[in-house]
């Protein structure tokens, strides 16, 4: 009963949130949305914040599993880019809601570990170093989230293009560590 309880407050946290045009999410708002007592909310979460990040991490659990089952680092790649852009504004709601900094946190964590299992997938090469691969990782977390904040209608519409030209791009500074891959620049580059 408890779980029901929590999906049943977290339904009505996202309804509100999605409603709301930048106001504040209230835990007064949320108990008179899904007709409970406070007691009842504050038995099952901290606060508002504790809230969301509860359903962004079982969302995140949920969207790992769905991801590793694609059957290529490619595939799991374009569900993870598709499952964020559907739920862009569900974040972009709860940040605006007061709740930026804690969010902001568990999202960068999150495709921090979404990434991090794609680019195991690929299996890192024997030479790469612990840096080498956190270095790796942080990089594309970083790009992966700015081509986010700054997807278009036109990557949507090329979405599997737009996804196979990312997949390539880490496809390829992983190639740079493996045993004789491209450590040196280009000619063009170098000037």
Not at 47 to 58: C, H, N, V
Not at 145 to 163: K, N, P, Y
Not at 166 to 188: V, W
């Amino acid at each position: 009963m408890p779980d029901d309880r929590k999906e049943l407050i977290a339904a009505a946290a996202r309804r509100l949130l999605l409603r709301r045009d930048g106001k504040k999410l209230t835990v007064t708002d949320i108990v008179n949305e899904c007709h409970i007592t406070r007691q009842t909310f504050y038995y099952h979460f901290e606060d508002i914040p504790d809230l969301l990040l509860w359903m962004m991490k079982r969302n995140l659990k949920r969207s790992m599993q769905e991801a590793s089952m694609q059957s290529t680092p490619e595939e799991s790649l374009k569900y993870l880019i598709t499952l964020s852009l559907s739920s862009r504004l569900f974040v972009e709601k709860a940040m605006h809601a007061g709740y930026r900094e804690e969010l902001e946190r568990l999202v960068t964590q999150s495709f921090n570990s979404l990434i991090e299992r794609i680019l195991r997938r690929w299996h890192f090469p024997p030479g790469c170093t612990r840096e080498q691969m956190s270095l790796m990782l942080r990089y594309h977390l970083n790009a992966v989230v700015g081509l986010m904040r700054s997807w278009t209608e036109e990557d949507s519409a090329h979405i599997d293009e737009t996804v196979r030209d990312i997949y390539r791009m880490m496809a390829a500074s992983m190639n740079a560590f493996a045993p004789g891959g491209a450590t040196r620049l280009p000619e063009k580059l170098k000037d």
